[in-house]
Nanobody, 112 residues
Framework: QVQLAESGGGVVQTGGSLRLSCVAS????????MRWYRQAPGKEREFVAY????????TYGDSVKGRFTISRDNAKNTVYLQMNSLRPDDTAIYYC?????WGQGTQVTVSS
């Protein structure tokens, strides 16, 4: 059974950085794009970033453009999200997604 497991969340001050990781077990995600989403308390899930299988194309949500970078290492079945210049409104649970699979999420809290 394919599973996605996020890690790397934590508490950071405004302006700080974090790098999230998402490891996919199994091979179902192979050949597929992967995405990061986030959900803040009381808000709908929001698209954060997208990357194709070969890392040729990436797309970002407007609120994270220029601050976040998505990347992947297919040999390790892992997708990353480098988050810089973090702000309190980045506080959320961050989820990775591959086709119809979702991880359990990792909490990111940015203190002011």
């Amino acid at each position: 059974q394919v599973q996605l497991a996020e890690s790397g969340g934590g508490v950071v001050q405004t302006g700080g950085s974090l790098r999230l990781s998402c490891v996919a077990s199994g091979r179902t995600c192979s050949g597929n794009p992967m995405r990061w989403y986030r959900q803040a308390p009381g808000k709908e899930r929001e698209f954060v970033a997208y990357i194709t299988w070969g890392s040729v194309s990436t797309t970002y949500g407007d609120s994270v453009k220029g601050r976040f970078t998505i990347s992947r290492d297919n040999a390790k079945n892992t997708v990353y999200l480098q988050m810089n210049s973090l702000r309190p409104d980045d506080t959320a649970i961050y989820y990775c997604n591959c086709i119809q699979l979702w991880g359990q999420g990792t909490q990111v809290t940015v203190s002011s």
